[in-house]
């Protein structure tokens, strides 16, 4: 009786390993979102920058002279031109502050230009990629006297750059601290 016992387990069991499997469906992106509240959706394609320096210290020093020297009629072009230079953070920023100049009202009214000279561009030691900028800078007016006797003031930003092929830098990030 024993042995009649294990033959129809066993044969119980070699069927039971032949039974269809459940099968695995992938769910779909509405199940997805439904599920999730997210919708996925491709990676963006990787950033391209009009033009790279050799250096870090290069990018950054090319970058902030642009950045630093507009006037009323070439800030809404120059903003563009350095977002298109630049990647990440900083292209978003640049981006927003050729939108804004471009329709600022009281800007081209008042002529309003601003010049100035880096001064210092050095590594920031507790952050790896990123610079310490110093810039003196003026600001003037060709129609209004709103910065008539305007002394130059110093100004600090952080710029953070990115190595985007070998010996191809660019600005990534750009913090204005004053």
């Known amino acids: 009786m024993r042995r009649s016992a294990a ?9 039971a390993c032949g039974a269809p499997q459940p099968v695995a469906r992938k769910r779909s992106k509405l ?7 997210e919708y996925p959706s491709p990676k963006p394609p990787p950033e391209v920058s009009s033009s790279t320096s050799p250096s870090p210290a290069a990018a950054v020093r090319s970058f902030t002279t642009a950045y630093i020297n507009w006037t009323a009629d070439t800030v809404a072009a120059d903003m ?18 050729a939108a804004q100049t471009a329709s600022d009202y009281e800007l081209q009214q008042g002529g309003i230009s601003n010049s100035g000279r880096v001064e210092v561009v050095a590594p920031l ?4 990629g990123q610079y310490v ?5 003026s600001t003037a007016a060709t129609n209004t006297t709103a910065y ?12 953070t750059v990115s190595e985007v092929a070998p010996g ?11």
């Open 7 to 15: 033959i129809v387990a066993a044969a119980v069991l070699v069927a």
């Open 80 to 97: 563009r031109a350095l977002a298109g230079r630049s990647i990440g953070q900083a292209r978003s920023a640049l981006q927003l502050a």
């Open 133 to 137: 900028v110093v810039t003196r800078e």
């Open 148 to 159: 008539a006797g305007l002394r130059p003031a110093w100004h600090v930003a952080i710029a």
């Open 125 to 128: 030691p507790s952050a790896r």
């Open 168 to 178: 191809a830098w660019v600005v990534s990030g750009w913090q204005p601290q004053s």
């Open 31 to 37: 199940a997805i979102a439904q599920a999730t509240h």
